[in-house]
Structure formats: structure tokens, C-alpha cells
């Protein structure tokens, strides 16, 4: 009896050592592949193309993005629409210091990159085209005839 459970320890320890090398070999296979440096990965001849994006202007508009047609457009499109919409920048009307506090705040707050010499020129665009208006961004309700909820 003795004898046989001491072949039975044998087997298992025969087993969970082939397991051990198994997951040795699989875990360096894994390591390595994922390490590898990048002169051994190959590369494709196929190019894969961005996004097309429209850069029709039509009315004094761009299309894509709904922006003015202005100096400065250019710039404005790609600092600000990689982290949000261009209906973000449309809808709001600011002066040329509220437009810098609000890229301020950004930076602080949201990660956004300096902006280096395209930020005079991406403030001057927004403080051109994007300005408070008169009425401010929306008109006040002037609602005269009221009635009474049933």
C-alpha cells in the first residue's frame, strides 16, 4: 500500500512539473513577443488612410467642422477638435480673454498641450469670430400670455 501511493506521489509530481514547464515556456514565449524591439516587426506596404475629411468652404463656412472661414481656421481645427467637437467651440461667444481662460483652464484641467506660437492666432480667430453678441447667447424669454397648469 505504502508502495503504491509513493508511485502515485511520483506521477503527480511528474505532472505538475510538466504544467510548471509548460507555463514557463508559454509565460517567456509571451514576455518576449511583447518586448520584441521594433526593427524586428515588420513592416506593411499597405498604407491605411485617414479619415477623408471635407475642407469645403461654402458660404464663408467650412463644412466639416461649421467654422468661419477666417486666418486662423486651420490652426483652431486642429488644436481643438482632436479632444472635442467643433459645436463645442461654435456655440459659445467670448472675448479674447475669456477664449485664453477658458484654453487656460483646459490645460489645467483637461490636458491640453501648449499651444506654442498658434495660440495668438487661435485666440485672435476666436475673438473675431466667435465674440459676444449684443443679445448674448441667447434671448431672454419674453413670454407674456401665461396659463395655468390643469
Keep these: ?19 510548471l ?10 514576455f518576449y513577443w511583447v518586448n520584441r524591439s521594433p526593427d524586428t516587426i515588420q513592416e506593411t506596404e499597405e498604407v491605411i488612410p485617414l479619415v477623408a475629411v471635407d475642407d469645403s468652404i461654402e458660404n464663408g463656412i467650412h463644412l466639416a467642422t461649421g467654422f468661419v472661414d477666417d486666418d486662423g ?20 461667444r467670448m472675448s479674447r480673454e475669456g477664449w485664453e481662460a ?3 483652464w483646459m490645460q489645467e484641467t483637461q490636458n491640453l498641450w501648449d499651444l506654442g506660437d498658434n495660440e495668438d492666432l487661435i485666440l485672435t ?8 453678441d ?9 413670454q407674456t400670455e401665461w396659463y395655468e397648469l390643469e
Aim: with cysteine.
Design 73 to 92: 481656421m486651420q490652426a483652431t481645427i486642429q488644436n481643438c477638435t482632436n479632444c472635442h467637437s467643433a459645436k463645442l467651440v461654435t456655440q459659445n
Design 21 to 30: 514547464l509548460l507555463f514557463i515556456v508559454l509565460f517567456a514565449g509571451l
Design 1 to 19: 500500500m505504502k508502495r503504491d501511493f509513493n508511485h502515485q506521489v511520483k506521477q503527480l509530481s511528474r505532472i505538475l512539473f510538466s504544467f
Design 102 to 104: 477658458t484654453i487656460r
Design 134 to 142: 449684443s443679445k448674448g447667447r441667447r434671448q431672454n424669454i419674453n
Design 125 to 132: 480667430y476666436l475673438a473675431k469670430n466667435y465674440a459676444p
